[in-house]
């Protein structure tokens, strides 16, 4: 008697309910999954170094370097981006590849354009149409391509 009174209890305990552990954290789990993309994204990104002013010698590698502008003051509206590319000797190198990222970084993906390539113009220079839709800070990133290797990357941050 007594022992089917010790299996009754000892098997009770197994019909306990479970202590909820963590339920209901569905919300939690996503949003750390998400911070967790959002650092491996943020690890393997490449790095934008800040820009001389345009006008002014950058330098990219072996000698080279870029000037880079515009065709007027940057406010709302359209503008044309110009980056030369000269070697070490100072002649124009043509046969590069140039592309641009622009973006307003306080909101992020709002207005992001995506990588997209400059024109070669007939006097060798890389051209670029902006289109600045609202006042604000705004950031330009610039990668130049050889060989299908990127070289040099860059940024230009300006307010309107
Ligand atoms: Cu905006």
């Known amino acids: 008697m007594k022992r089917y009174l010790v299996i009754l209890i000892v098997s009770g305990l197994f019909f ?7 339920a209901g954290c569905a919300h939690c789990e996503q949003a750390a999954q998400l911070a967790a993309a959002a650092n491996a994204n943020a690890a393997t990104m490449p790095e934008y170094l800040p820009m001389p002013s ?3 010698k950058v ?14 003051p940057l406010k709302m509206g359209r503008a044309i981006m110009k980056v030369e590319i000269f070697t070490g000797e100072g002649k ?19 207005h992001a354009t ?7 113009s007939n ?3 890389y051209l ?5 839709v609202m006042p604000g800070g705004w950031e330009i990133k610039i990668s130049v ?9 860059g940024r230009y941050d300006f307010n309107v």
Do not use: H, W
């Open 16 to 22: 306990l309910p479970p202590v909820p552990v963590e």
């Open 54 to 56: 345009p006008g002014d």
């Open 59 to 72: 330098p990219i590698e072996n000698g080279y370097y870029l000037i880079y502008g515009f065709d007027k």
């Open 92 to 110: 124009k190198d043509t046969s590069l590849q140039v592309k641009a990222d622009m973006d307003m970084p306080s909101m992020r993906g709002a």
């Open 114 to 120: 995506g990588d997209r390539p400059f024109q070669l």
């Open 123 to 125: 006097k060798g220079d």
């Open 128 to 132: 670029l149409p902006l289109s600045i």
């Open 145 to 153: 391509i050889k060989d299908g290797k990127v070289i040099f990357r």
